[in-house]
């Protein structure tokens, strides 16, 4: 199971891949058809690096209107590092309001 917490505020959406050790998991019947097969060589796929895909970071933040593709990931830019303070908090106070049982894992990662 692949597990993500996401959440928009203004123009910023934060996305929380909480399984991110965890590459990706796509269904058998994509990755055994020719048309993925043919890509394993590929660096792209569609306009995200392949990696990106597959091996996700721990958060990725993305400026919507600047990049509606989600291409550059903003989650390390210091410049970014209040946005991405205030939608981490806003996200933890989602995840206590509604009791989601995955909270815990901000206090042991």
């Known amino acids: 199971m692949y597990y993500l917490c996401v959440i928009r ?3 910023y959406k934060l996305i929380w891949n909480i ?3 965890i590459p990706f998991a796509f ?3 994509l990755v055994q058809s020719n048309t ?3 890509a394993k060589d590929l660096l792209y796929y569609g ?3 392949k990696n990106d895909l597959i091996n996700k970071r721990a958060f990725e933040l993305y400026e919507l209107e600047k990049d509606p593709d989600e291409i550059n990931n903003l989650a390390n830019s210091k410049t970014h590092g209040n946005i991405l303070g205030e939608l981490k908090s806003k996200l933890k106070a989602f995840q206590q309001k ?3 049982s995955w909270i815990h894992k901000w ?3």
């Open 36 to 38: 993925w097969r043919s």
């Open 107 to 109: 206090t042991y990662e």
């Open 27 to 29: 269904a058998l019947d």
């Open 19 to 21: 399984a991110h050790q």
């Open 98 to 100: 509604t009791k989601d």
């Open 47 to 49: 306009k995200r690096k």
């Open 9 to 11: 505020s203004g123009n």
